[in-house]
């Protein structure tokens, strides 16, 4: 018998949809779970994309307000996919609502944001997670489970970026990612927390770093109001405005296990689409991942294979997950697969009543690394990565 839970989702761009397709696809991609996500209601203050909600993807309400959504009685989580600056007070308002929430990261503005939010989840009851969904990938979960098992050894070096050009055209929209008001940091908060859940998950906590940064692009075109999506152009001649937060950050960092590592980020780089890619160096060998190429991964065991040096794998049905997508081996997953995996893992940890990982303190542990780069931009020094008040 399966355990329908009652799903409002905020936020209808690009990442909402996104969302609210993958809680449809849990029920035919995985029917063994037992868990039937229903989109109850939709919340976005664009009249069409309510709409779309409704008549698209099944919704069965829409509000504008968000608080219409909050405080209705019958829903059992609220996915936050709204802009930056709006996650501390939803989040706090779905929690004290009795929900269980799912916010996209990075769970707020600001490092302290995330602390409050998650400081307001210890009071509750609620299951919560956040949307670190690169980690789902089955070859990074097959990592994962290498270093568990000690056939990778111990970490010893550890390179993370995420290199994106989303933000390389000069006269791609200034759209909210770009303005310290409504983003926050931007390439820190939007990409880097990716790469540093990705080195937490696999290398585990870090100690101190010193980090840097810088904005490439000083200004782009004014976006139309309710109109398309961050990845937009405006022309030469539109009015212009000015980019207030960072293209580029970039720090050294030592983990707690003695570890050290570089994690780099840039949204304006030429070349790289979405390379959110990691390469782990460790006693018995080595991994190396790319999410452009997110079904191969280079391998080194020499304690396990007769070639001395990396050899290629391909995904396939024999890892976690995969198999429910696509048989056999060498058939190709892509990105928002890995958004149902996601969600798949937390609707089956709220229907158990457990903590899903990762969680909102998982998300503190994210902000920490990056509060530690903040104040590392100022001192232009190294930085012990400590507790957020």
Known sequence: MSQELRVGVIGFGWMGQAHSRSYRAIPTLFPEAGIRPRLVAICDPVTERRQLGIDNFGFEAGHADWMDLVSRDDLDIIDITAPNALHRELAIAALQAGKHVFCEKPVGLTPSDTAAIAAAARLSDATTGCGYNYR?????????????????????????????????????????????EEAGYGALVDIMCHAVDMALHLAGPIKRLVATKETFIKQRPLPRPGEGTHYDRGASDDPMGDVTNEDYVAALVEFTTGARGTLEVDRSIF??????????????????????????????????????????????DRLPHHGHFVPGGGNSIGYEDLKVIEAL??????AAGRQFEPGFEHAVRVAEVLDAMIRSFESESWEDVSPIA
């Not at 089955?138 to 070096?157: H, M, S």
């Not at 065991?301 to 070639?307: M, N, R």
């Not at 893992?345 to 709220?350: D, G, M, R, T």
């Open 271 to 316: 070349g790289p689409q979405s390379a959110m890619a990691f390469d782990l160096h460790a006693t018995k060998g080595a991994a190396s991942w790319d999410h452009e190429t997110l079904n191969q991964l280079d391998l080194y065991l020499p304690e396990e294979s007769p070639v001395d040096g990396y050899q290629r794998v391909l995904a396939g």
């Open 136 to 180: 789902w990938a089955p070859l990074v979960q097959f990592v994962r489970g290498l270093l568990d098992e000690g056939r990778l050894g111990d970490v010893t070096q550890y390179r993370g970026r995420f290199f994106s050009m989303y933000g390389r055209d000069r006269l791609g929209v200034l759209s909210w990612r770009f303005l310290q």
């Open 345 to 350: 893992e937390f609707c089956k940890s709220v």
